[in-house]
């Protein structure tokens, strides 16, 4: 089972890396914490895979771990992303304003989904993934 997990966490690396890209293709420079949140993120993704992969038990670790604070912080994010959504679409500023709050609200919930699930799956295998490696 640590294998399949490993892959999960690849798959969660590429992802967080994806959109980071994404959103500076769509933001521009306003998208810094994006950007940082994905390669940052992607990168010890792709790091608990890989060691994962190899049965070491500090991988699932750090990749449960991981899950587990973006999981928290993009919460926070998503949220304080949806308020300015929300006061923006009552001032009706312009559209290239609300559309940018708009792409960052949506991609922000995206990689909240994505590390939800991850920390879910994570936290069901764990005793299995904990038996198999060491």
């Known amino acids: 089972m640590h294998k399949n997990i490993s892959y999960l966490y690849a798959f969660f690396g590429f992802f967080l890396l994806g959109c980071g890209v994404v959103a500076v293709d769509l ?21 608990a895979g890989h060691f994962l992969n190899r049965g070491k038990r500090w991988g699932f670790m ?15 994010r998503a949220g304080t992303y949806f308020i300015r959504l929300l006061s923006e679409v009552q001032q009706q500023q ?23 699930l991850t920390l879910t799956v994570s936290v069901m295998f764990a005793k299995q993934v904990l038996s198999e490696t060491k």
């Open 27 to 47: 933001a521009g420079e306003q998208a810094n914490t994006a950007l940082i949140t994905g390669a940052a993120g992607g990168l010890m993704g792709l790091t």
């Open 62 to 76: 750090l990749g449960t771990v991981e899950a587990g604070l973006l999981t928290l912080l993009l919460g926070w």
């Open 94 to 116: 312009g559209a290239e304003t609300t559309e940018t709050a708009g792409m960052a609200f949506l991609l922000t919930t995206a990689m909240l989904v994505i590390s939800l």
